[in-house]
Protein backbone atom coordinates (compact mmCIF):
# COMPACT_ATOMS: atom_id res chain seq x y z
CA UNK A 1 0.00 0.00 0.00
CA UNK A 2 1.18 3.47 -1.25
CA UNK A 3 1.60 6.38 1.64
CA UNK A 4 2.21 8.73 -0.90
CA UNK A 5 2.87 9.57 -4.56
CA UNK A 6 6.32 9.12 -3.63
CA UNK A 7 6.65 5.93 -2.97
CA UNK A 8 7.81 4.45 -5.85
CA UNK A 9 6.23 1.53 -6.09
CA UNK A 10 4.67 -2.35 -4.13
CA UNK A 11 6.72 -2.84 -1.05
CA UNK A 12 7.75 -6.03 -2.76
CA UNK A 13 9.03 -4.44 -5.23
CA UNK A 14 11.69 -2.54 -3.14
CA UNK A 15 13.18 -6.32 -2.00
CA UNK A 16 16.35 -8.13 -3.49
CA UNK A 17 14.93 -11.46 -4.31
CA UNK A 18 17.20 -14.66 -3.37
CA UNK A 19 17.32 -17.36 -0.84
CA UNK A 20 17.16 -16.70 2.40
CA UNK A 21 14.38 -14.13 2.20
CA UNK A 22 15.61 -10.55 1.13
CA UNK A 23 17.65 -7.38 2.30
CA UNK A 24 17.25 -4.26 0.78
CA UNK A 25 18.71 -2.26 -1.71
CA UNK A 26 20.94 0.27 -0.15
CA UNK A 27 21.02 3.99 -1.26
CA UNK A 28 23.62 5.02 -3.62
CA UNK A 29 25.02 7.91 -5.03
CA UNK A 30 27.90 9.42 -7.30
CA UNK A 31 28.32 13.15 -8.44
CA UNK A 32 29.42 14.19 -12.04
CA UNK A 33 31.91 15.84 -12.91
CA UNK A 34 34.29 13.91 -10.46
CA UNK A 35 37.19 16.72 -11.05
CA UNK A 36 36.99 19.52 -12.78
CA UNK A 37 39.47 23.13 -12.98
CA UNK A 38 37.86 26.30 -13.10
CA UNK A 39 38.70 30.19 -13.59
CA UNK A 40 38.19 32.10 -10.63
CA UNK A 41 34.79 33.63 -10.47
CA UNK A 42 33.54 30.75 -12.90
CA UNK A 43 31.00 28.46 -13.38
CA UNK A 44 30.25 24.69 -13.60
CA UNK A 45 26.97 22.78 -12.74
CA UNK A 46 27.30 19.07 -10.97
CA UNK A 47 25.05 16.52 -11.40
CA UNK A 48 24.11 13.83 -8.36
CA UNK A 49 22.63 10.91 -9.17
CA UNK A 50 20.43 9.00 -6.69
CA UNK A 51 19.53 5.18 -6.99
CA UNK A 52 17.28 2.62 -4.69
CA UNK A 53 15.29 5.38 -3.06
CA UNK A 54 12.41 7.91 -4.47
CA UNK A 55 13.80 10.64 -3.06
CA UNK A 56 16.71 11.78 -5.03
CA UNK A 57 17.03 15.36 -3.79
CA UNK A 58 20.63 16.35 -2.34
CA UNK A 59 22.04 19.21 0.34
CA UNK A 60 25.65 20.40 -1.72
CA UNK A 61 28.09 21.78 0.04
CA UNK A 62 31.66 23.28 -0.12
CA UNK A 63 34.29 21.81 2.30
CA UNK A 64 31.44 21.05 4.13
CA UNK A 65 30.06 24.29 4.24
CA UNK A 66 26.17 24.03 3.10
CA UNK A 67 25.93 26.23 -0.11
CA UNK A 68 29.44 27.01 0.47
CA UNK A 69 30.77 30.73 1.19
CA UNK A 70 32.56 33.69 -0.36
CA UNK A 71 36.36 31.84 0.49
CA UNK A 72 35.78 28.76 -1.29
CA UNK A 73 32.82 29.54 -3.40
CA UNK A 74 28.87 28.73 -3.45
CA UNK A 75 26.65 25.92 -4.64
CA UNK A 76 23.15 26.50 -5.44
CA UNK A 77 20.13 23.90 -4.96
CA UNK A 78 20.90 22.53 -8.68
CA UNK A 79 24.16 21.62 -7.98
CA UNK A 80 25.92 25.43 -9.34
CA UNK A 81 28.97 25.56 -8.31
CA UNK A 82 30.33 29.17 -9.06
CA UNK A 83 34.57 29.54 -7.80
CA UNK A 84 35.55 32.73 -5.37
CA UNK A 85 36.85 35.15 -7.27
CA UNK A 86 40.51 35.16 -6.50
CA UNK A 87 42.16 31.78 -5.80
CA UNK A 88 41.79 30.14 -2.47
CA UNK A 89 44.70 28.34 -0.52
CA UNK A 90 45.03 25.74 -1.32
CA UNK A 91 43.65 25.66 -4.76
CA UNK A 92 41.04 23.08 -4.35
CA UNK A 93 37.97 22.56 -2.53
CA UNK A 94 35.68 19.69 -2.21
CA UNK A 95 32.33 20.32 -3.73
CA UNK A 96 30.24 17.08 -2.28
CA UNK A 97 25.93 15.74 -2.45
CA UNK A 98 24.68 14.76 0.42
CA UNK A 99 21.66 12.17 -0.21
CA UNK A 100 18.61 13.35 1.49
CA UNK A 101 16.57 10.15 1.71
CA UNK A 102 20.08 8.97 3.77
CA UNK A 103 22.49 11.42 5.10
CA UNK A 104 25.19 9.06 5.42
CA UNK A 105 25.47 8.43 1.66
CA UNK A 106 27.51 11.74 0.08
CA UNK A 107 29.57 11.65 -3.23
CA UNK A 108 32.43 14.44 -3.81
CA UNK A 109 33.79 16.12 -6.76
CA UNK A 110 37.34 17.82 -6.76
CA UNK A 111 37.40 21.68 -7.74
CA UNK A 112 40.70 23.15 -8.65
CA UNK A 113 40.47 26.95 -8.97
CA UNK A 114 43.07 28.10 -11.30
CA UNK A 115 43.80 30.83 -14.08
CA UNK A 116 42.18 29.86 -17.04
CA UNK A 117 44.04 27.46 -19.78
CA UNK A 118 44.71 28.54 -23.65
CA UNK A 119 46.56 31.68 -22.18
CA UNK A 120 50.40 30.34 -23.67
CA UNK A 121 48.23 29.39 -26.81
CA UNK A 122 46.94 32.81 -27.82
CA UNK A 123 50.65 34.46 -27.16
CA UNK A 124 52.90 35.44 -30.25
CA UNK A 125 55.46 32.77 -30.80
CA UNK A 126 59.15 33.03 -31.77
CA UNK A 127 59.71 31.58 -35.07
CA UNK A 128 59.81 28.18 -35.97
CA UNK A 129 56.34 28.41 -34.00
CA UNK A 130 54.72 25.18 -32.54
CA UNK A 131 51.02 24.40 -33.62
CA UNK A 132 47.93 24.44 -31.40
CA UNK A 133 48.56 28.13 -31.68
CA UNK A 134 46.10 31.13 -32.59
CA UNK A 135 46.08 31.97 -35.95
CA UNK A 136 44.55 32.49 -39.24
CA UNK A 137 43.55 34.24 -42.31
CA UNK A 138 45.35 37.97 -41.73
CA UNK A 139 42.62 39.15 -43.81
CA UNK A 140 40.09 37.92 -41.56
CA UNK A 141 38.72 41.57 -40.59
CA UNK A 142 35.76 43.76 -41.02
CA UNK A 143 35.43 47.52 -41.12
CA UNK A 144 32.11 49.30 -40.54
CA UNK A 145 32.81 52.94 -40.00
CA UNK A 146 35.26 53.78 -37.12
CA UNK A 147 35.27 49.83 -35.72
CA UNK A 148 37.20 47.20 -36.85
CA UNK A 149 36.27 43.47 -36.23
CA UNK A 150 38.37 40.83 -36.66
CA UNK A 151 38.34 36.99 -36.38
CA UNK A 152 41.17 34.09 -35.33
CA UNK A 153 41.44 30.56 -34.60
CA UNK A 154 43.67 27.45 -34.00
CA UNK A 155 46.38 26.80 -36.57
CA UNK A 156 45.75 22.83 -36.05
CA UNK A 157 48.60 20.76 -37.23
CA UNK A 158 50.87 20.09 -39.29
CA UNK A 159 50.23 17.48 -42.67
CA UNK A 160 52.69 17.19 -45.69
CA UNK A 161 52.16 15.97 -49.56
CA UNK A 162 54.23 15.51 -52.22
CA UNK A 163 56.92 16.59 -49.79
CA UNK A 164 55.77 20.02 -49.03
CA UNK A 165 54.91 20.94 -45.85
CA UNK A 166 51.49 22.62 -44.87
CA UNK A 167 49.52 23.73 -41.82
CA UNK A 168 45.96 22.04 -41.81
CA UNK A 169 43.29 24.48 -40.20
CA UNK A 170 39.42 24.36 -40.98
CA UNK A 171 38.42 26.79 -44.35
CA UNK A 172 36.41 29.34 -42.04
CA UNK A 173 40.12 29.68 -40.25
CA UNK A 174 42.38 29.88 -43.25
CA UNK A 175 40.14 30.61 -46.02
CA UNK A 176 37.73 33.02 -44.84
CA UNK A 177 34.26 30.74 -45.54
CA UNK A 178 35.46 30.22 -49.44
CA UNK A 179 36.14 34.22 -49.31
CA UNK A 180 39.65 33.72 -49.77
CA UNK A 181 41.90 33.11 -52.42
CA UNK A 182 45.26 30.69 -52.46
CA UNK A 183 48.61 32.59 -52.15
CA UNK A 184 46.69 35.13 -49.02
CA UNK A 185 48.94 35.41 -45.61
CA UNK A 186 48.48 32.76 -42.83
CA UNK A 187 49.77 34.81 -39.64
CA UNK A 188 50.21 33.89 -35.69
CA UNK A 189 48.59 34.87 -33.66
CA UNK A 190 45.54 35.86 -35.23
CA UNK A 191 43.99 38.90 -35.57
CA UNK A 192 42.24 38.90 -32.28
CA UNK A 193 45.30 37.83 -30.16
CA UNK A 194 47.29 40.76 -32.16
CA UNK A 195 44.80 43.71 -31.80
CA UNK A 196 43.25 43.37 -35.42
CA UNK A 197 46.90 43.63 -36.83
CA UNK A 198 48.12 41.36 -38.82
CA UNK A 199 51.39 39.91 -36.90
CA UNK A 200 53.92 37.33 -38.41
CA UNK A 201 53.41 35.35 -41.20
CA UNK A 202 54.15 31.87 -40.79
CA UNK A 203 52.10 30.21 -44.18
CA UNK A 204 50.26 30.79 -47.56
CA UNK A 205 46.49 29.71 -48.40
CA UNK A 206 46.94 26.63 -50.43
CA UNK A 207 43.75 24.76 -50.89
CA UNK A 208 40.43 24.20 -49.44
CA UNK A 209 37.49 22.41 -49.38
CA UNK A 210 34.07 24.15 -50.38
CA UNK A 211 31.78 24.96 -48.17
CA UNK A 212 28.30 24.74 -49.62
CA UNK A 213 26.98 28.35 -49.28
CA UNK A 214 23.32 29.05 -49.47
CA UNK A 215 21.35 26.32 -47.03
CA UNK A 216 18.88 27.11 -44.24
CA UNK A 217 18.51 25.33 -41.11
CA UNK A 218 15.12 23.46 -42.57
CA UNK A 219 17.21 22.80 -45.79
CA UNK A 220 20.85 22.85 -45.41
CA UNK A 221 23.24 21.74 -48.54
CA UNK A 222 25.47 18.80 -48.00
CA UNK A 223 29.06 19.35 -47.26
CA UNK A 224 32.51 17.24 -47.01
CA UNK A 225 34.37 18.54 -44.74
CA UNK A 226 35.51 21.84 -42.89
CA UNK A 227 39.22 21.93 -44.14
CA UNK A 228 41.84 23.99 -45.68
CA UNK A 229 45.72 24.01 -45.94
CA UNK A 230 48.37 26.57 -45.97
CA UNK A 231 52.29 26.09 -47.22
CA UNK A 232 54.38 26.67 -44.23
CA UNK A 233 57.31 29.36 -45.17
CA UNK A 234 60.28 28.14 -44.48
CA UNK A 235 61.48 28.84 -41.09
CA UNK A 236 58.26 29.74 -39.82
CA UNK A 237 57.02 26.61 -38.84
CA UNK A 238 58.60 23.83 -36.39
CA UNK A 239 59.13 21.04 -38.94
CA UNK A 240 58.35 18.10 -36.66
CA UNK A 241 55.15 18.80 -36.64
CA UNK A 242 55.09 19.68 -32.67
CA UNK A 243 52.06 20.77 -30.93
CA UNK A 244 51.68 22.94 -28.18
CA UNK A 245 51.51 20.97 -24.99
CA UNK A 246 51.36 17.38 -26.39
CA UNK A 247 54.34 16.26 -24.99
CA UNK A 248 56.04 15.52 -21.81
CA UNK A 249 55.72 17.19 -18.65
CA UNK A 250 56.66 21.00 -17.68
CA UNK A 251 57.08 23.26 -14.78
CA UNK A 252 54.03 24.51 -15.52
CA UNK A 253 50.81 23.02 -14.17
CA UNK A 254 48.57 21.58 -16.92
CA UNK A 255 50.67 22.93 -19.50
CA UNK A 256 53.30 20.15 -20.76
CA UNK A 257 56.05 20.64 -23.11
CA UNK A 258 55.13 20.50 -26.92
CA UNK A 259 55.55 17.56 -28.75
CA UNK A 260 54.15 15.80 -32.27
CA UNK A 261 51.27 13.90 -32.72
CA UNK A 262 51.82 10.04 -33.70
CA UNK A 263 52.41 10.07 -37.27
CA UNK A 264 49.41 7.41 -37.46
CA UNK A 265 45.46 7.93 -37.69
CA UNK A 266 43.49 5.93 -35.55
CA UNK A 267 39.38 5.51 -35.94
CA UNK A 268 36.65 6.82 -33.62
CA UNK A 269 34.97 5.10 -31.09
CA UNK A 270 32.26 5.39 -28.77
CA UNK A 271 33.86 6.45 -25.26
CA UNK A 272 37.74 6.67 -26.69
CA UNK A 273 39.42 9.09 -24.73
CA UNK A 274 40.46 12.28 -26.67
CA UNK A 275 42.30 15.51 -26.44
CA UNK A 276 43.22 18.85 -28.04
CA UNK A 277 45.85 21.59 -27.94
CA UNK A 278 43.47 25.24 -29.26
CA UNK A 279 44.20 28.92 -28.77
CA UNK A 280 40.92 29.56 -26.54
CA UNK A 281 40.72 26.78 -24.10
CA UNK A 282 44.45 25.31 -24.24
CA UNK A 283 45.23 21.74 -23.50
CA UNK A 284 41.56 19.85 -22.78
CA UNK A 285 40.70 15.79 -22.79
CA UNK A 286 37.12 14.26 -23.30
CA UNK A 287 35.72 11.48 -24.47
CA UNK A 288 33.98 10.81 -28.05
CA UNK A 289 29.96 10.77 -26.97
CA UNK A 290 28.65 10.31 -30.59
CA UNK A 291 29.57 8.19 -34.08
CA UNK A 292 28.21 7.98 -37.47
CA UNK A 293 26.82 11.78 -36.57
CA UNK A 294 24.36 13.86 -39.10
CA UNK A 295 24.80 17.63 -37.80
CA UNK A 296 23.57 20.51 -39.49
CA UNK A 297 26.07 23.08 -38.34
CA UNK A 298 25.37 27.10 -39.12
CA UNK A 299 27.97 29.62 -40.56
CA UNK A 300 28.43 33.06 -42.02
CA UNK A 301 30.19 34.51 -44.44
CA UNK A 302 32.18 37.30 -42.69
CA UNK A 303 33.92 37.89 -39.62
CA UNK A 304 31.17 40.49 -38.92
CA UNK A 305 28.14 38.21 -39.46
CA UNK A 306 27.74 38.41 -42.45
CA UNK A 307 24.99 36.18 -44.44
CA UNK A 308 24.94 32.86 -42.95
CA UNK A 309 24.02 29.64 -43.86
CA UNK A 310 24.27 26.32 -42.36
CA UNK A 311 25.68 22.84 -43.86
CA UNK A 312 24.69 19.35 -43.41
CA UNK A 313 28.01 16.77 -42.56
CA UNK A 314 27.67 13.12 -42.35
CA UNK A 315 29.53 10.50 -40.52
CA UNK A 316 30.80 13.27 -37.84
CA UNK A 317 32.35 12.73 -34.38
CA UNK A 318 30.79 14.54 -31.24
CA UNK A 319 32.68 14.82 -27.98
CA UNK A 320 30.99 15.32 -24.66
CA UNK A 321 31.51 18.64 -22.22
CA UNK A 322 31.20 22.09 -22.43
CA UNK A 323 34.79 22.41 -21.27
CA UNK A 324 36.21 20.65 -24.44
CA UNK A 325 36.75 23.50 -26.47
CA UNK A 326 35.53 26.98 -27.04
CA UNK A 327 35.30 29.41 -29.92
CA UNK A 328 38.79 30.25 -31.13
CA UNK A 329 39.45 26.55 -30.83
CA UNK A 330 38.42 25.76 -34.53
CA UNK A 331 41.02 24.17 -36.55
CA UNK A 332 42.39 22.05 -33.46
CA UNK A 333 43.74 18.34 -33.99
CA UNK A 334 42.20 16.04 -31.55
CA UNK A 335 44.22 12.96 -30.87
CA UNK A 336 43.88 9.62 -28.67
CA UNK A 337 44.68 10.33 -25.25
CA UNK A 338 46.36 7.35 -24.72
CA UNK A 339 48.10 7.17 -28.10
CA UNK A 340 48.03 10.68 -29.44
CA UNK A 341 47.04 9.14 -32.72
CA UNK A 342 44.56 11.94 -34.56
CA UNK A 343 40.74 11.36 -34.39
CA UNK A 344 39.38 14.27 -35.59
CA UNK A 345 39.61 18.10 -36.81
CA UNK A 346 37.46 20.05 -34.21
CA UNK A 347 34.90 22.78 -36.65
CA UNK A 348 32.21 23.57 -34.10
CA UNK A 349 30.34 22.96 -31.27
CA UNK A 350 27.43 23.90 -28.58
CA UNK A 351 27.36 24.90 -24.69
CA UNK A 352 27.72 21.02 -24.26
CA UNK A 353 29.59 19.48 -27.06
CA UNK A 354 32.23 19.91 -29.75
CA UNK A 355 32.30 18.67 -33.20
CA UNK A 356 34.39 17.28 -35.36
CA UNK A 357 35.45 15.65 -38.85
CA UNK A 358 36.82 12.29 -38.88
CA UNK A 359 40.99 12.74 -39.58
CA UNK A 360 40.82 10.27 -42.54
CA UNK A 361 37.80 11.78 -44.33
CA UNK A 362 39.90 15.22 -43.89
CA UNK A 363 43.31 13.83 -45.49
CA UNK A 364 41.43 11.84 -48.10
CA UNK A 365 39.17 14.46 -49.18
CA UNK A 366 39.64 15.46 -53.33
CA UNK A 367 40.03 19.01 -52.44
CA UNK A 368 42.99 18.95 -50.59
CA UNK A 369 44.67 16.73 -52.83
CA UNK A 370 47.31 18.13 -56.10
CA UNK A 371 46.77 17.69 -60.03
CA UNK A 372 48.64 14.21 -59.44
CA UNK A 373 46.31 12.88 -56.91
CA UNK A 374 48.83 13.08 -54.06
CA UNK A 375 46.80 13.51 -50.48
CA UNK A 376 48.15 14.74 -47.09
CA UNK A 377 49.52 12.80 -44.52
CA UNK A 378 49.84 13.72 -40.71
CA UNK A 379 53.40 14.96 -39.96
CA UNK A 380 54.28 13.47 -36.25
CA UNK A 381 56.48 10.63 -34.46
CA UNK A 382 55.96 7.65 -32.25
CA UNK A 383 52.71 7.29 -30.58
CA UNK A 384 52.73 8.61 -26.68
CA UNK A 385 50.35 9.33 -23.63
CA UNK A 386 48.65 12.32 -23.59
CA UNK A 387 49.27 14.49 -19.83
CA UNK A 388 45.40 15.44 -19.56
CA UNK A 389 45.27 18.31 -17.35
CA UNK A 390 44.78 17.28 -13.55
CA UNK A 391 42.26 17.57 -12.41
CA UNK A 392 40.66 17.16 -16.05
CA UNK A 393 38.18 19.13 -17.64
CA UNK A 394 35.19 17.15 -17.88
CA UNK A 395 31.47 17.45 -19.13
CA UNK A 396 29.07 19.80 -17.05
CA UNK A 397 25.94 18.37 -16.29
CA UNK A 398 22.66 19.88 -17.23
CA UNK A 399 20.94 21.63 -14.06
CA UNK A 400 17.83 19.35 -15.10
CA UNK A 401 19.01 16.90 -14.73
CA UNK A 402 19.67 17.35 -11.08
CA UNK A 403 16.38 19.29 -10.09
CA UNK A 404 13.76 16.54 -8.47
CA UNK A 405 11.10 15.44 -11.21
CA UNK A 406 7.94 16.92 -11.50
CA UNK A 407 5.35 15.14 -9.37
CA UNK A 408 3.45 14.41 -12.47
CA UNK A 409 6.26 12.83 -13.91
CA UNK A 410 6.84 10.58 -10.85
CA UNK A 411 3.29 9.59 -10.43
CA UNK A 412 3.04 8.74 -14.11
CA UNK A 413 6.34 6.40 -13.47
CA UNK A 414 4.90 4.88 -10.66
CA UNK A 415 1.87 3.63 -11.23
CA UNK A 416 3.61 2.31 -14.52
CA UNK A 417 6.17 0.59 -12.42
CA UNK A 418 3.34 -0.65 -9.78
CA UNK A 419 1.42 -2.64 -12.99
CA UNK A 420 4.70 -4.43 -14.08
CA UNK A 421 5.73 -5.24 -10.94
CA UNK A 422 4.70 -8.93 -9.69
CA UNK A 423 5.95 -9.56 -13.82
CA UNK A 424 9.47 -7.84 -13.63
CA UNK A 425 10.18 -9.81 -10.36
CA UNK A 426 8.44 -13.07 -11.09
CA UNK A 427 12.11 -13.05 -13.58
CA UNK A 428 14.88 -14.60 -11.47
CA UNK A 429 17.64 -12.23 -13.39
CA UNK A 430 15.32 -8.90 -11.63
CA UNK A 431 16.25 -8.71 -8.09
CA UNK A 432 14.40 -5.16 -7.15
CA UNK A 433 12.58 -2.63 -9.20
CA UNK A 434 12.16 1.10 -8.13
CA UNK A 435 11.29 3.88 -9.46
CA UNK A 436 13.94 6.95 -10.75
CA UNK A 437 14.77 9.18 -13.42
CA UNK A 438 16.30 8.17 -17.28
CA UNK A 439 19.85 9.13 -17.79
CA UNK A 440 19.00 9.15 -21.91
CA UNK A 441 16.49 11.58 -21.35
CA UNK A 442 16.92 14.42 -18.42
CA UNK A 443 13.96 15.29 -16.46
CA UNK A 444 11.77 11.96 -17.61
CA UNK A 445 10.89 9.24 -15.00
CA UNK A 446 11.98 5.85 -15.47
CA UNK A 447 11.15 1.98 -14.37
CA UNK A 448 14.70 1.03 -12.71
CA UNK A 449 15.07 -2.78 -13.27
CA UNK A 450 17.66 -4.05 -10.61
CA UNK A 451 19.44 -6.80 -12.66
CA UNK A 452 21.35 -9.42 -10.76
CA UNK A 453 24.15 -9.06 -13.09
CA UNK A 454 24.41 -7.19 -16.67
CA UNK A 455 22.55 -8.44 -19.50
CA UNK A 456 22.97 -8.68 -22.70
CA UNK A 457 21.71 -5.29 -24.68
CA UNK A 458 17.90 -5.87 -25.81
CA UNK A 459 16.71 -8.28 -23.05
CA UNK A 460 14.77 -5.95 -21.27
CA UNK A 461 12.50 -3.09 -23.19
CA UNK A 462 13.08 0.49 -23.65
CA UNK A 463 10.11 1.11 -22.04
CA UNK A 464 6.88 0.35 -20.56
CA UNK A 465 3.30 1.87 -21.33
CA UNK A 466 4.81 4.73 -22.46
CA UNK A 467 7.82 5.01 -19.28
CA UNK A 468 11.61 4.13 -20.19
CA UNK A 469 13.17 1.66 -18.03
CA UNK A 470 16.79 1.76 -16.84
CA UNK A 471 18.71 -1.29 -15.83
CA UNK A 472 21.24 -1.33 -12.96
CA UNK A 473 23.04 -4.30 -11.88
CA UNK A 474 23.48 -4.52 -7.92
CA UNK A 475 26.82 -5.57 -7.75
CA UNK A 476 27.85 -2.85 -9.78
CA UNK A 477 29.14 0.53 -8.73
CA UNK A 478 27.97 3.76 -10.54
CA UNK A 479 31.72 4.41 -11.96
CA UNK A 480 31.73 0.24 -13.31
CA UNK A 481 28.17 0.70 -14.96
CA UNK A 482 29.69 4.01 -17.11
CA UNK A 483 32.85 2.39 -18.16
CA UNK A 484 31.09 -0.77 -19.78
CA UNK A 485 32.14 -0.55 -23.10
CA UNK A 486 29.57 -1.27 -26.03
CA UNK A 487 30.31 -3.62 -28.39
CA UNK A 488 31.25 -3.47 -32.51
CA UNK A 489 28.16 -5.50 -33.15
CA UNK A 490 25.68 -3.69 -31.15
CA UNK A 491 27.13 -0.23 -33.15
CA UNK A 492 26.77 -1.34 -36.21
CA UNK A 493 23.36 -2.35 -35.62
CA UNK A 494 22.11 0.96 -34.22
CA UNK A 495 24.04 2.43 -36.92
CA UNK A 496 22.16 0.48 -39.39
CA UNK A 497 18.69 1.89 -37.87
CA UNK A 498 20.12 5.61 -37.49
CA UNK A 499 20.90 5.52 -41.25
CA UNK A 500 17.97 4.53 -42.07
CA UNK A 501 15.97 7.69 -40.29
CA UNK A 502 18.13 10.06 -39.73
CA UNK A 503 17.43 12.05 -42.40
CA UNK A 504 13.57 11.92 -42.00
CA UNK A 505 13.90 13.12 -38.39
CA UNK A 506 16.31 16.20 -39.26
CA UNK A 507 14.03 17.56 -41.81
CA UNK A 508 10.43 16.52 -40.66
CA UNK A 509 11.54 17.97 -36.91
CA UNK A 510 13.01 21.40 -36.56
CA UNK A 511 14.43 20.95 -33.25
CA UNK A 512 16.25 18.28 -34.10
CA UNK A 513 19.98 19.72 -35.80
CA UNK A 514 21.52 16.19 -35.27
CA UNK A 515 21.67 12.45 -35.30
CA UNK A 516 24.11 10.02 -33.93
CA UNK A 517 25.17 6.61 -32.54
CA UNK A 518 25.96 6.69 -28.72
CA UNK A 519 25.68 4.79 -25.38
CA UNK A 520 22.53 4.38 -23.68
CA UNK A 521 23.02 5.65 -20.02
CA UNK A 522 19.79 3.83 -19.24
CA UNK A 523 21.01 0.34 -20.49
CA UNK A 524 24.66 -0.22 -19.95
CA UNK A 525 26.35 -2.22 -22.79
CA UNK A 526 23.55 -0.81 -25.23
CA UNK A 527 23.45 1.21 -28.39
CA UNK A 528 21.39 4.37 -29.23
CA UNK A 529 20.97 6.72 -31.28
CA UNK A 530 21.05 10.14 -30.09
CA UNK A 531 19.10 13.19 -30.86
CA UNK A 532 20.72 16.57 -30.51
CA UNK A 533 17.72 18.92 -29.74
CA UNK A 534 17.32 22.64 -29.75
CA UNK A 535 16.39 23.47 -25.86
CA UNK A 536 14.51 26.32 -27.06
CA UNK A 537 11.86 24.85 -29.24
CA UNK A 538 9.42 22.25 -28.29
CA UNK A 539 9.72 18.40 -29.49
CA UNK A 540 8.44 15.29 -27.46
CA UNK A 541 11.00 12.21 -28.73
CA UNK A 542 10.23 8.81 -29.24
CA UNK A 543 11.53 6.44 -26.44
CA UNK A 544 12.78 3.63 -29.15
CA UNK A 545 13.15 3.34 -32.76
CA UNK A 546 13.30 0.00 -34.30
CA UNK A 547 14.55 -1.46 -31.61
CA UNK A 548 17.01 1.00 -30.51
CA UNK A 549 16.91 2.93 -27.60
CA UNK A 550 16.41 7.18 -28.25
CA UNK A 551 18.94 8.92 -25.81
CA UNK A 552 18.06 12.96 -25.89
CA UNK A 553 20.29 15.97 -25.31
CA UNK A 554 18.78 19.61 -25.56
CA UNK A 555 21.75 22.51 -26.05
CA UNK A 556 21.46 25.04 -28.46
CA UNK A 557 22.73 24.58 -31.80
CA UNK A 558 26.03 23.37 -33.03
CA UNK A 559 28.07 26.20 -34.91
CA UNK A 560 31.31 27.06 -36.05
CA UNK A 561 31.24 30.22 -34.33
CA UNK A 562 30.60 32.14 -31.05
CA UNK A 563 30.24 29.09 -29.23
CA UNK A 564 31.17 28.75 -25.53
CA UNK A 565 32.31 32.43 -25.63
CA UNK A 566 30.72 33.03 -22.14
CA UNK A 567 33.87 30.44 -20.47
CA UNK A 568 36.71 32.78 -22.87
CA UNK A 569 37.79 35.98 -21.98
CA UNK A 570 37.52 38.74 -24.24
CA UNK A 571 40.25 40.49 -26.19
CA UNK A 572 39.07 44.11 -26.59
CA UNK A 573 35.84 44.17 -28.60
CA UNK A 574 37.18 41.79 -31.10
CA UNK A 575 35.18 39.23 -32.37
CA UNK A 576 36.03 35.98 -31.33
CA UNK A 577 34.36 33.98 -33.73
CA UNK A 578 36.16 30.82 -34.35
Given at each position: ???????????????????????????????????????????????????????????????????????????????????????????????????????????????????????????????????????????????????????????????????????????????????????????????????????????????????????????????????AIAQIISGAVDTS?????????????????????????????????????????????????????????????????????????????????????????????????????????????????????????????????????????????????????????????????????????????????????????????????????????????????????????????????????????????????ESVAVAEAEVARVTAIKEQHAEQ??????????????????????????????????????????????????????????????????????????
Amino acid sequence: MRRGWWVPVMATALLLTGCGGGSSVPVAISVSPKTVTLSPGASQTFKATVTNTSNVSVTWQVNSTPGGSAKVGTINVFGVYTAPISEPTPPTVNVTAVSQADATKSATALVTIAQPSGAGNQQAQSLPIKLGTSGGDSLDLTKSGNTITCCSGTLGSLVQRAGTLYVLSNNHVLARSNQAKPGEPVSQPGLVDSNCTPATPVANLSQFVQLPQGGTSTAPKTGTVDAAIAQIISGAVDTSGSILELGTASSTPNAPNPAPPASTTVAPAIGMGVAKAGRSSGLTCSSISSVNTIVDIDYSTSCSGGTSFTVEFGNQIVISGGNFSAAGDSGSLVVNTSTAQPVGLLYGGDSTSTVANPINTVLNDPGLADSNGNHPTIVGGAQHPILCPKPGAAAPASAQATAPLAATELARATEVADRHASRLLANPAVAGIVVGRSQDEPGKGAVVIYVKSLPNPGTFPAQLDGVRTRIMPVSASASAVESVAVAEAEVARVTAIKEQHAEQLLRENPAIFGVGVGASEDSPGEAAVILFVDQDMSYRPPIALDGARIKVRRSDRFRAWGWNERQQPRACSLNKRR
